[in-house]
DNA sequence: GCGGATCAC
DNA sequence: TATGGTGATCCGC
């Protein structure tokens, strides 16, 4: 497999004709929009960046398969097998399918909210966003525009894209409705993002005596009723299976997964790791060298991922091949938040004055938001991006709490000026070790027996071992607010919303429990497709066609760039002083996460 | 505690 | 025409 490049289908330049058209034309467009994208980006300074970073994790894999060849000399991979099997075993017998767990997605959620409000938008290929794109309409992604894609990429993908603007307060509104509506079938929804999250449906199907595949029909029914959305929904035992299962029958779909043991391992099997949360790109190709594409294949070298359990991470693996995760649902927590930062992104600025007089804006900004959310920190970060797209950090750790913008700038402008000269792209503030201004005294001791009061949100049932789900996701100005105080009231002074992209996060999971996906091998009304990049062979709807092709699309032609190498010009790009020391060795920093190994 | 790296959305 | 912002975690030092 890997075959990494298919003669280069250069023949094909079919040009982005009719993309509308049937899936045969489509695959001959993608072709084209690979060479496309691939030249858009070659000798960009972004590109040799990618570039640097590919050859590095190049070499760190290089360094892991040495290790794998020194380390299994002489060792015993039967037992090896056996152990990781007693492992096995102890995780499955703590399975626990009791509980019914709903991750629920809304479809393109912002290209959506954006139809609903200018009904001329139906049916156009467009996108949201500025510089970058967030959102692409289904249209649109026909032409190969995706999120997270540059402007003149997509413009060059197809010129007449029509670009709508970001409004995020409008999408906080739509995304309170759907919360909203979700809250009513389970009380400690876990809202994951805008447009995302999980439930815990099991009472109430006990209490309205229903089926959980009926009562998800009823939820997006409804949803849709009062929002105007449509969702997608995953049903499983458990957080990780359920938002893999959500994206199986997208759009407006669902799919449950049986809540059945071997039925579970089974479609894992065939799934492949990426679709795991918290296996990025970076841990995919690391997996891909020891020979282990999907979650079976975590079983067929078990002994290997034994061997190289520090860089691999041999439970979580395990978990995700077994299909185990956490399924405790709570709504998301205040005291989680660890940290709270402004960053901002800009043409690359040399002078140092000009540097300072961003630094004191992104304090201010910081400020800000310190004062709507309620928190200060002890410790300030300094981050940084060279104007060739390295990223560098600088901190120190104070003896009392600060927030306001004469402190920010004055520690944050001290960490700056000690790096200077450079040439920059980027400048951030980042607050740590956080204090709530907000929990002071018998407010949080009111507010604890008021929790109480309502019924322990905590089900401590279930095994995992690492507990994930703080909910870090904030969002507090969209999803069921803390009572303000005075306090509270004062400092927000009556700001609405303000930073756009205030969304949060969620889910993430710890260390072991992660989802995975599955590829195209179950058979419905699906079509048998091939991708143009890959050349894998697809069984899959439309949706799940263009989110591979996405999918090969931005790690493939960067990764064939790469690969052609051509060194380019790029020109005197003298930055005035290279960084700090950088880059060593960076021997396995390590990809999984991995906690405590019970063994 | 600090800095780098990875990940999710 | 020049590839985002926020937050979290893990690891090695």
Redo the contacts with the bound molecule.
Sequence with gaps: MAASKPPEGDSLVKRLAGPSTGKAGLAQDQSEINRI?AE??KG????ENEKR?DE??TA?INRLLEKRDSVIKGADLARLEKAADQILIDMEQKRDLSQIIVHVDADAFYASVEVMDNPELKGKAFGVGG??L?TASYEARKFGVRS??????A?KLYPELIVVRCRFSRYSEVSKALMTVLQRYDPTMHP?????AYLNITKYCRDHEMEAEECVQVIRDEVHKETGLTISAGIAPNKMLA?ICSDRNKPNGQFKLPFDRRAIVSFMKDLSVRK?????????RVLEAIGVKTCGDIYTQRAVITLLD?ELGLHGLLHAHLGISSNVVEPPIRE??????????F?AVGDSTKLMEILENIAE?LEE?CEQ?GWAGK?L?LKYKLHTYE???????LDRYIRSKDDLFSIGSELLRKELPLRL??L?L?L??LKDLRDKGEKGIKRFFKDAGDEPPRKRNRLNDEEDD?A?S?MEDDIEEIPMDEEDARLNGGTPNA?P????????P??KGRPADQDEETSDSRQRLVCPICSTSLLTDNDGFNAHVDYCLSRGAIAELATLGSQDDVGPITSPKK??A??KS??????F???KKAK
């Design positions: 994208i858009a980006s960009s300074k972004f590109y970073k590095e994790l760190r510089g970058v967030t997270a894609m540059p402007m003149h990429i413009k994951a993002g805008f447009d995302e938002k795991v949360p918290g296996i990025g790109r970076v841990n995919e520090h989680a938040r660890k940290s709270v930062g402004v960053e901002r992104t043409s900004s938001d959310t410790t970060t990223v560098f950090t600088r901190a120190r750790s792209r980027l951030g980042r740590t070790q703080f870090a904030m930073s992209n205030r969304q949060s996060k969620k889910v993430s710890n260390s960084p700090p950088l880059s960076r021997a396995g920093s390590n990809p996460l991995l906690s």
